[in-house]
Each structure stands twice: as C-alpha cells, then as structure tokens.
C-alpha cells in the first residue's frame, strides 16, 4: 500500500500527465476544486492528522503542500480551516522536531513551519531554528549529504 502522502501526489501527477498529453492545462478553477477535494478527504479521513505524533517526512511534505494550498485557496472560509489545520499540527509539535534533529526525515516539517510563520510572522515559529543552527554548526562529516533538507 502507498503512504497517503504519496497516493496524494499521484492523484496531482495524474492531472499534470493528462494536461501534458492533450496540450494544455486545466483552467486554474478545476485544478483548484480538485486540490480543494484531495486534500478534503485527507483531512475527513483523518489520513493526515494534526494531533498525530509524527512530524516526520509524509507530514512535513504533505503539510509543504498543505500550506501551498492555503496560499492559493480563495474562499476565505477554506483559508480558515487550512491554516487552522495546520496550526494544531504545528503546536502539537511545538513548532519543532521532537527533538529528532539528526535525521533529515525528522526536519521535513520546517517546510511547513516556515510557510506557517510567512502567513503570519510570529517568532515562537521560528523554533526549528534551533535545530537547523545545531545541524550547521555540529559538523560531522556525514550530516551533509541531505543538505538539501536544510
């Protein structure tokens, strides 16, 4: 069976690939009602849950495109209840990574916290930081290879 996160973007790639095969794209407003209902059944289905103690990679990505959605939602209702999705999942986790810093799976969510902190500056946001100096400054030798996570 294929993580949630991942069935997800298949849906997506599956969109992209039929646009690409006929020329042209969906109008913005389908491409946006079937994000509004991909992501709708995430959340109803409870797939993604924001009280789940996980803030490894599937959350971190799927609350990356989460937030993306959020950004391009234009029902002000919808924004609502995306943005406070995601602000429980983000406190659950106090806006960290559980102090699992040491592996890049574990910072994913700073994706998410970042986005979260660009909708509404607030420093307490700021708190994977912390996590990102320690990963800068504690040169191992081998922490580098997933710098792209940074």
Known sequence: MLCSSCTFHMGL???A???????????????LSSLTSANE????NNIISPQAQDCGWTRGAYYAGHMEHF???TDSNEKTGLMNWALRWAS?????????????????CGMGYVALYDAAP??????????MDKSVTRWQGYDWWWVDTL
């Open 13 to 15: 790639l599956s969109v």
């Open 17 to 31: 690939s039929a646009a690409l095969s006929t020329g042209s794209l969906p109008p913005p407003a389908d491409i």
């Open 41 to 44: 059944y995430f959340m109803k």
């Open 71 to 73: 950004a391009v939602a």
């Open 92 to 108: 659950t986790h106090n806006y960290t990574c559980n102090g699992l810093w040491q592996d890049p799976n574990n910072i994913a």
């Open 122 to 131: 607030e420093d307490y946001k700021l708190a994977l930081s912390v996590t």
